[in-house]
């Protein structure tokens, strides 16, 4: 059976509820609806098809080994987008986040499961795919001046798992110190 993997870091339940009432605005107010079947998120890794369990045991086993590393804060600050497809919250750059998708990338590698990484670009979805070019500037528009700043502590990330047409909540990895970190084996160490 294949599985499908999104890793990602979901901030708490209260700035999630504060982020699916602005997303709930602009689906109602706009009519597009595809955001909404996502939970709200910043991907650290893209989705990634797995059909074999020595595959999947593999996916996780990398991703325990990206855990060592330590609790940050994440700010999100006002609205952006990807012109003409994609509203989003900005996500701050700050060197946790960016340690932790590299850390993440890097043990994911050598499991070639995607052909090429994009660049990372931190950003927290509002719409996107069913938003076409005349609708995504009415967006724009009416979000232009609004401000809107939640931060919050990560000390995990998530791997979600694409059932019955909607991404669900599949195993968190909570972050472990780094000095805990088993060492390689050396025979000159």
Known sequence: MENLF????????????DINEIRTYISDKFNVHESLKRPAH????????????????????????????QPFTQVLRNFNSFPEHTFYIDVEQNEGLILLEKQITKALQPL???EKKEKFNPHLTLAFR?????????????FK???FKREFLVSSFSVYRHMDKRWQPFKEFSFKDADTKPKALSLFG
């Open 6 to 17: 999104l890793v990602c870091i979901v901030p708490p339940i209260s700035i999630a509820e």
């Open 42 to 69: 910043i991907t650290l890794y893209p989705p990634v098809k797995l059909s074999a369990y020595n595959a999947e045991k593999s996916f996780f086993k990398a991703l325990t080994d990206a855990s060592f590393h």
């Open 112 to 114: 070639k499961l995607i």
């Open 130 to 142: 069913d938003v076409k070019p005349p609708v995504f500037k009415q967006i724009s528009a009416e």
């Open 145 to 147: 001046d609004r401000k």
